[in-house]
Structures are given as structure tokens and as C-alpha cells.
């Protein structure tokens, strides 16, 4: 089956379903009329420096306070600075958030200002080349590192995404070239503007979706939202895009919602338990510190096979647990108590399977390790809210 993005409105939210092989793995939920923050660039104002945990706090917009991390934040951009040594309180720095505020957590800034675009990421703070890990072929990787030279500047580096190993060079420098403009306008802008002002908008939580599938996967984008399909039509004109690809959905009395069934896998998405095809299910548990998942077998299994049908249920489980962080948004810490398996070679492949499922996950997503307790131990990079939030917020 294609893979498609089905976009459309439900209650006050405009709903973003990435749907592969007929089934929804991630959601994304945004208020029409809210704008998120994640991914714009602020003219921002030092408010504290906290020296305990090396970070500052600093006012990105009238009344936006984010986190800042001295660690992470080595090199400032200045806009007005009171002392030449360090960063103090009441300069003034470029900055973009790279974390929206995820439960009591405020939103976090980085003087690293990424431009991603559908090939190439543009980034002022790592001066150097990158090639995506995905990128198999050594000869293609070459290529587009020499590339990447023609144009790398001592002020940004260049990490070619997944996407370009299928991009022609005209593709990729076509875009390089607007990245470049875009960070180069913002720059000088930058310098004329006053604190605590926006100086660039993120697009909106669905386009970003769209830049971010693999090009040789996404075949349909369908939405029955006119002003969605307008802002969708823009960015695919905008990027050289195939504009085939979209399509408004208008049919008298029949609804997007109700052909995908979008509604209902919403509702099950926030649902502690999740049903397997087999019997078992999973409990799903968010905590403030981790998100716990226990795997079940639902029903008592006994006899000469009970190691392999716990596998069974394992492998199932891991297959499952890997839409579910998608779908859910899970982030952070994720520890998942599976069914104890008494033979080492059913853990290794239960942590093979693990391993090979996370790796079709967009955000990074790592599996450190089983415990001596026998639980598996998963951490996934914490970009925007969970589903939860998304969905609750008003």
C-alpha cells in the first residue's frame, strides 16, 4: 500500500495522520489558531544565569521564557553583549527553540540555528560536513560530501539528509541555495531588531511532517481542509515538489475522518492499554520522570511451549511498542517490562528485533540495553509534546 498523509479537522484541532502500509504510526494534533514556537528563531534576552546547573534563562518573545544550556551552548551569537568574557545577564543573543515546553518543562533554546530543508540541513553551529547514517551507498555518500564542499561556508555546516541520496545535484543546490539566503537574511535582520521579537516562523507542525518523509515513500497527501491544502500547495510550489502528490477531498456527506477511521485510532492512541493480535496486550503508562510499558500475555500459557509462545508475544510486543512511540509522541526515558524468556537466545533475538524496529523511527531512538532486572531500556529524543498534550491542550 502507499503511504499517505491524511490531514483534517476534528473538534478545535487540525489532525496530521502519517499512514504506512494502511496503518497510522504517527499522529501530530495543532490548533488551527495557536501557533507552535518549536523551530522559530528569537532575538532573546538574558533574564538569569542559574551557575548550579550551567544554563541561563532567557525571554525569546513577551512573556516566553526559555531554557538555556551553558553545556550545550558554548559559542553565543551576540546581538548586544555587556560583557566580552561571557554570557551575562541582560545581553541580548540569536537563539531557535529546539524543545517546545513538554509537561512542566520549559521550552529549551539553542544558539544552533538549523534550516532543514527536504535534503540538507543548514546548521551555523557545526561547522562541518555530515552524510546521513541511512545512506548505504558508499559511492553516493561520496559524491554528495564533494558536493557539500562546493558551497560549506566557514560560518555553517551541511548534513546531508536521507532524502538526497535520490536527489539529483541540481535538487540539492537548488535548495542549498535557499537555505543559504534564508540564513543570511535572518542574520542581518537580526541585528536591526530589538530584544525579545520573532525573527523567523517555523512552519506549521503538518508541512514540517511533509518535508520530513523519506521522498520515495510519501505518495499522497489528501486533506479536505481548503486553507490546509492551500498552505500545503505553497510549500510544494515553493520546493520544486511533485504537486500530483496532494489532493483536496470533497465529497457530500462523506468525511476524511470517517474513510480512515482517524477518530477512533485518536481515541485507542490514548488509551493506556493496547490490544495484541494475539491475545496480549500492553500497558502504556506515562510517569513525569519515564514512560513504563508492561507486556502482557492476557491469558495463562502453559506446557512444553510456553518459551516460544512468550517469544511469540515478545516479538509481537516489539513490533507494537515501536508504532506506539511514533503514534504517541513518547519520548525521554521508556523502560518496557517484556515477558521473562528463560533462554539467552530468545532475548537476543527478542533485542535484535527491538533494535531493527527503532531504527524506522524519524527522531532518534536508542535501545541502551536489558537489565538484570530483565527490563528493556529505550531513550528517544524529546522534540515536540506527546499526543497526550497535544490533544488535551485548549
Avoid at 511451549?305 to 508504532?323: D, P, Q, S, Y
Amino acid at each position: 500500500m502507499s503511504d499517505k498523509i491524511v490531514i483534517t479537522r476534528i473538534e478545535d484541532k487540525i489532525v496530521t495522520a502519517m499512514i504506512e502500509q494502511g496503518k497510522i504510526v504517527e499522529f501530530h494534533c495543532e490548533r488551527s489558531e495557536d501557533k507552535s514556537i518549536l523551530g522559530n528563531i528569537y532575538t532573546a534576552k538574558v533574564k538569569n544565569i542559574v551557575k548550579n546547573i550551567n544554563a541561563a534563562f532567557i525571554e525569546a518573545a513577551d512573556g516566553i521564557i526559555c531554557y538555556y544550556s551553558l553545556t550545550e551552548n558554548q559559542r553565543h551569537h551576540f546581538l548586544k553583549q555587556v560583557n566580552r568574557d561571557y554570557l551575562v545577564q541582560e545581553d541580548e543573543i540569536l537563539v531557535q527553540v529546539n524543545r517546545e515546553n513538554i509537561k512542566t518543562k520549559q521550552p529549551a533554546a539553542t544558539a544552533n540555528l538549523n534550516f532543514t530543508g527536504k535534503y540538507l540541513v543548514l546548521t551555523s553551529q557545526k561547522h562541518q560536513i555530515g552524510i546521513s547514517k541511512k545512506i548505504r551507498d558508499s559511492k553516493r555518500a561520496g559524491e554528495l560530501k564533494k558536493l557539500a564542499e562546493q558551497f560549506v561556508r566557514p560560518d555553517f555546516g551541511i548534513i546531508m539528509r536521507t532524502n538526497a541520496e535520490m536527489a539529483s545535484d541540481d535538487e540539492i543546490l537548488k535548495e542549498a541555495e535557499q537555505l543559504i539566503h534564508r540564513f543570511d537574511r535572518i542574520c542581518q535582520k537580526a541585528v536591526c531588531r530589538k530584544a525579545c521579537q520573532l525573527v523567523y516562523e517555523a512552519p506549521k507542525g503538518y508541512l514540517s511532517l511533509i518535508r520530513d518523509q523519506k521522498q520515495t515513500c510519501l505518495n499522497e497527501i489528501i486533506t479536505d481542509q481548503s486553507d490546509v491544502y492551500d498552505a500545503v500547495l505553497a510549500y510544494l510550489e515553493e520546493t520544486g515538489e511533485e504537486e500530483k502528490v496532494l489532493q483536496l477531498f470533497q465529497k457530500d456527506g462523506i468525511r476524511l475522518d470517517q474513510i480512515y477511521r482517524i477518530s477512533h485510532e485518536l481515541k485507542q492512541a490514548l488509551q493506556e492499554k493496547v490490544w495484541l493480535k494475539s491475545g496480549g496486550y500492553l500497558v502504556i503508562q506515562p510517569t513525569e520522570a519515564m514512560t513504563v510499558i508492561d507486556v502482557n500475555t492476557g491469558k495463562a500459557i502453559k506446557g512444553k511451549h510456553m518459551e516460544k509462545n512468550f517469544l511469540k508475544t515478545n516479538l509481537e510486543a516489539a513490533e507494537e511498542i515501536g508504532r506506539q512511540l511514533r503514534l504517541r509522541n513518547l519520548s525521554g526515558i521508556i523502560i518496557v517490562d517484556f515477558i521473562d524468556m528463560k533462554e539467552t537466545e530468545s532475548e537476543e533475538r527478542l533485542m535484535n528485533k527491538m533494535r531493527d524496529i527503532l531504527k524506522k523511527d524519524r527522531i532518534k531512538t536508542v535501545l541502551v540495553d536489558m537489565t538484570g532486572l530483565h527490563l528493556v531500556e529505550i531513550t528517544r529524543k524529546k522534540v515536540r509534546k506527546p499526543l497526550l498534550e497535544q490533544w488535551r491542550e485548549r
